[in-house]
């Protein structure tokens, strides 16, 4: 089945610096990868997801890259700030739409001013 | 977008007591549901998928007979945790994809059951 490797587990940056968090899959036929924030004690949020017909994509501080080839996919924030501090989990969609995410170990990210 | 509820948000037993949760889209129609477990300090983990009208599909690891999942409609599934130990506390979530519009199968999370067994 599909594993999803996440590093680093901890992230710690000065406020106004990039953070790069990285991911692995195993599954070649996963399509769909989201990135997740979830604060302690509540849901996961989406914050930015890429398909597997695409390489990157930008939301305002937030992109993702996406190599299929390597089997691996990125979340890049830059300008980072106390606020962006939280866990991040990185998913892969095991198969088709509609099937079950397959997530990451998480990374905490702590970012300090 | 989207919403999916669960209730309730947390839920306190005695050991050997059963507990179910309850998860609910609000504005679509979900087929599909997926159940999750959290440890602390932990990922989200896959139990099970809940499939409307039929039986769910389990992960390896995961006891049948212990976690039963009902999905009788289209907008409601339930977990029950049966004969419930500590080792069971942790934090449950489901969520459930979505074909609405833009929304690419996007999963929706419910906001999470937080299950203490004493």
């Known amino acids: 089945g599909e594993n999803v490797e996440q590093h680093p587990s901890t992230l710690s940056v000065q406020e106004g610096d990039s953070a790069v968090i990285k991911c692995t899959y195993s599954?070649?036929?996963?399509?769909?990868f989201p990135w997740y924030k979830q604060e302690l004690g509540k849901r996961p949020q989406l914050i930015i997801d890429?398909?597997?017909?695409?390489g990157e994509k930008k939301d305002q501080r937030i992109a993702v890259t996406l190599n299929k080839t390597a089997k691996h996919f990125s979340l890049h924030i830059t300008e980072t700030q106390p606020e962006d501090s939280a866990v991040y989990f990185c998913?892969?969609?095991?198969?088709?739409?509609?099937?079950?995410?397959?997530f990451g170990k998480g990374t905490t990210l702590s970012v300090s001013s | 977008g989207a919403v999916v509820s669960q209730h309730p948000s947390w839920v306190i037993c005695k050991s050997g007591t059963s507990v179910k949760i309850e998860c609910r889209s609000l504005?679509?129609?979900?087929?599909?549901m997926f159940w999750y477990r959290q440890f602390p300090k932990q990922s989200l983990m896959l139990m099970a998928t809940?499939?409307?009208?039929?039986?769910?599909?389990?992960e390896q690891g995961v006891e049948k007979d212990k976690f039963l999942i009902n999905h009788a409609s289209l907008t409601l599934s339930t977990l029950t945790v049966t004969s419930a130990h500590p080792e069971d506390s942790s934090f449950y979530i489901c969520s459930a994809p979505t074909s609405l519009a833009g929304s690419y199968n996007e999963q929706f999370f419910g906001p999470g059951t937080r299950l203490t067994v004493l």
């Open positions: 890429i398909r597997s017909n695409v």
């Open positions: 599954d070649s036929a996963s399509n769909y």
């Open positions: 809940s499939n409307e009208g039929s039986k769910a599909t389990y």
């Open positions: 504005d679509f129609q979900a087929t599909t």
């Open positions: 998913a892969a969609r095991r198969g088709q739409a509609g099937t079950a995410l397959i």
